[in-house]
């Protein structure tokens, strides 16, 4: 079974700095794009940032740029997520994402909860002082 695992969540400091890692296991497709996501209590799910396996191409939420940094190791099997100068309205449930690659044509969405068929069980961020 496909499994992705977060990790590297924790307790930081306002202006502190997380990275954090997702690996996935029993793969037996090949990764069209893998992406972050954060739920807050209260809140709905929300895009943060999102990379495609091939090519490495990022795309990021606008209020992720300039702060958050997805990358990617192929060999690994695992994405990152680089979260510099972290604020309190940072602090929640992140959440990593993969999709197949079908071979379709269109332009599939990066930031939509939908397009991502496997996800991990999350691992948690708080930002406080």
């Known amino acids: 079974q496909v499994q992705l695992v977060e990790s590297g969540g924790g307790l930081v400091q306002p202006g502190g700095s997380l990275r954090l890692s997702c690996t996935a296991s029993?793969?037996?497709?090949?990764?069209?794009?893998m992406g972050w996501f954060r739920q807050a209590p209260g809140k709905e799910r929300e895009f943060v940032a999102a990379?495609?396996?091939?090519?490495?191409?990022?795309y990021y939420a606008d209020s992720a740029k300039g702060r958050f940094t997805i990358s990617r190791d192929n060999t690994k099997n695992t994405v990152y997520l680089q979260s510099n100068d972290l604020k309190s309205e940072d602090t929640a449930v992140y959440y990593c994402?993969?999709?197949?690659?079908?071979?379709?044509?269109?332009?599939?969405?990066?930031?939509?909860?939908?397009?991502?068929?496997?996800w991990g069980q999350g691992t948690q961020v708080t930002v406080s002082s």
């Open positions: 994402a993969a999709r197949r690659d079908q071979g379709v044509t269109r332009s599939r969405p990066y930031s939509t909860v939908n397009e991502y068929r496997y």
């Open positions: 029993g793969l037996t497709f090949s990764v069209d794009a």
């Open positions: 990379i495609k396996w091939g090519s490495g191409s990022t």
